[in-house]
């Protein structure tokens, strides 16, 4: 299978947040993206998935040269993608166990059934495998989680879903390094034939534990450069302004804070926070 994407431009409001995104990932890769915040990694993967707050302006999605961009959301998901979101939604009255399961039953054929027996079976492997408290499957969905919790509880989602494409959206973001091996450690595990991987983040520290094929620098809207592992090394060591200086690219993100700092009279030791 591939997910094709081909010159991609997309709004989020009035503003062009996407422009003219080109990847490709084909089953059994694992590919990362990464790039400085407000760069639109979330809105790359609110597109792929159909998130009704951006309008994709220009180019395609392909999954298996089915065009993605004419599903639904529910028809997106069926087909085999999915998205582990930067900040999971809570569902109160619903307990995970149950959203598991509808989504698992989604899947299914007319008059098929989702196993019960299976079913609980393996989810209570993926809640150990993920070192989860076991009593997470009968809690409302993400209703009074830790971050962490709620990340971990993006990936118990991909386990039992199996999804074709999995995007991950800063799953590192709230997991201590504990987290982070274990989650590392059952992305790794997806690794397959049957599934292709998107991860975006951050930070190169993720990388640490999950094996990926590709790596994608993204700024400004676009993918400004390809390569393999070795781009992670020199992210972590050199942060992204030498591609910013080597292609000759000026953040307006950058920019902008630069102006409110100036406006605010912050102090130097805020700039850290901002990015
Ligand atoms: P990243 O995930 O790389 O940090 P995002 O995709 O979340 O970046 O956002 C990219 C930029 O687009 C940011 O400057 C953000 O504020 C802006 N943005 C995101 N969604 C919207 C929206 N619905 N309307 C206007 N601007 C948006
Ligand atoms: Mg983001």
């Keep these: 299978m591939e997910l094709v994407i081909k010159n991609l431009h997309a709004n989020g409001g009035d503003k062009e947040i996407l422009k003219g995104l080109n ?47 004419a599903m ?34 989604a899947r299914k054929k007319e ?8 079913f609980v079976r393996d989810l209570e492997k993926s809640v150990k495998e993920l070192k989860m408290d076991p009593d997470m499957p009968h809690r409302y969905v993400n209703e009074g989680f830790s971050g962490g919790e709620k990340k971990r509880n993006e990936i118990l989602q991909m386990k039992m879903l199996k999804p074709n494409f999995a995007i991950l959206d800063e799953i590192d973001s709230g997991l201590d390094i504990d987290a982070l091996r274990i989650v590392g450690e059952n992305v790794n595990q997806m690794r397959g034939e049957d599934f292709g991987g998107l991860v975006i983040t951050h930070y190169q520290r993720l990388l640490d534990y999950i094996d990926v094929d590709y790596v994608h620098i993204m700024m400004n809207g676009t993918i400004v450069k390809s390569g393999g592992k070795e781009l992670i090394a020199k992210i972590d060591a050199s942060g992204y302004d030498w591609l910013k ?23 130097e030791t805020k700039w850290d926070n901002l990015s």
Excluded: W
Aim: hydrophobic residues 40%.
């Design 72 to 105: 639904e959301v529910d028809e997106r998901s069926r087909k085999g993608l999915f998205l582990a979101m930067q900040y999971p939604n809570e569902i109160s009255g619903i307990t995970n166990a149950d959203f598991i399961k509808s989504a698992l039953q």
């Design 245 to 267: 200086t080597d292609l000759g690219i000026e953040e307006e993100v950058e920019e902008k804070k630069r102006i409110v700092l100036g406006a605010c009279a912050v102090k």
């Design 111 to 118: 008059g098929e059934h989702v196993a019960l027996f299976k």
């Design 23 to 69: 990847l490709m990932i084909k089953s059994g890769e694992i590919h990362a993206i990464m790039g400085p915040n407000g760069t639109g990694k979330s809105t790359l993967a609110g597109v792929i998935m159909g998130n009704p707050k951006y309008d994709v302006t220009g180019g395609e999605i392909t999954l298996n040269g089915e065009d993605v961009l």
